[in-house]
């Protein structure tokens, strides 16, 4: 269905012959402004039927709006009331993805059979990367340290080895590319 048809066809949906905010009929902004907010949430979600669902829902809640609030600008309040739809679905959509996640660390309950080649790379690995950092000088290996391995913040690490936290960003940036420069080498 083209777009245009799809304002047609959602025009057919009840359309109130109120008066919005300033006089404005809510009929002329819903036809000036769904192929608008269609392509807007088209362009967002890729889906159809959802930007047809979020148009109306927008509309919906200025039409609920609009006779309680003095609106100057429609349509830019339509377009926030449409941003904030997104922000929504956005906000629900991690929070049902955070509710079916499983933790990493429960995967790690499984047992697995030893495998010796394995343990043996990861022993190789180990031992080369802690010679790239001993190749470090001790300051910048500190704050590497501080940083990777205690968590601190560069404003934290700052304070306690007596660096501007510019100072500690780069030692950070020689450590990090050091240690890139090695991974790449190997």
């Given amino acids: 269905m083209a777009l245009e048809d799809s304002a047609e066809h959602a025009g057919r949906r009840d359309l109130p012959d109120s008066k919005v905010s300033g006089g404005v009929e809510f ?14 949430f088209r362009r967002r979600l890729g889906s159809h039927d959802e930007a047809d669902d979020l148009t109306h829902e927008a509309l919906t809640r200025f039409l609920r709006a ?26 629900r959509a991690s929070t049902r ?23 043996l790379e990861g022993r190789q690995e180990l031992a080369h990367y802690t010679a790239v950092l001993r190749e ?21 690490i ?6 501007s936290v510019w100072g500690v ?11 890139d420069q090695h991974r790449r080498n190997r």
């Fill in 27 to 40: 009929e002329a902004i819903y036809r000036s402004e769904v192929p608008s907010l269609m392509r807007f």
């Fill in 66 to 91: 609009s006779p309680a609030t003095q609106i100057a600008t429609p349509q830019a309040y339509l377009r926030r009331i449409a941003t904030n739809l997104l922000r929504d679905r956005a906000e």
């Fill in 97 to 119: 993805l955070l509710e079916v996640s499983v933790p990493l660390v429960e995967g790690l309950d499984h047992p697995t059979e030893y495998d010796q080649h394995r343990e």
């Fill in 136 to 156: 470090l000088k001790p300051k910048t290996l500190e704050i590497f340290l501080l940083s990777r391995v205690d968590g601190f913040t560069y404003k934290e």
């Fill in 158 to 163: 700052a304070a306690k080895v007596g660096m």
């Fill in 169 to 179: 960003k780069r030692q950070m940036l020689k450590a990090i590319a050091h240690i």
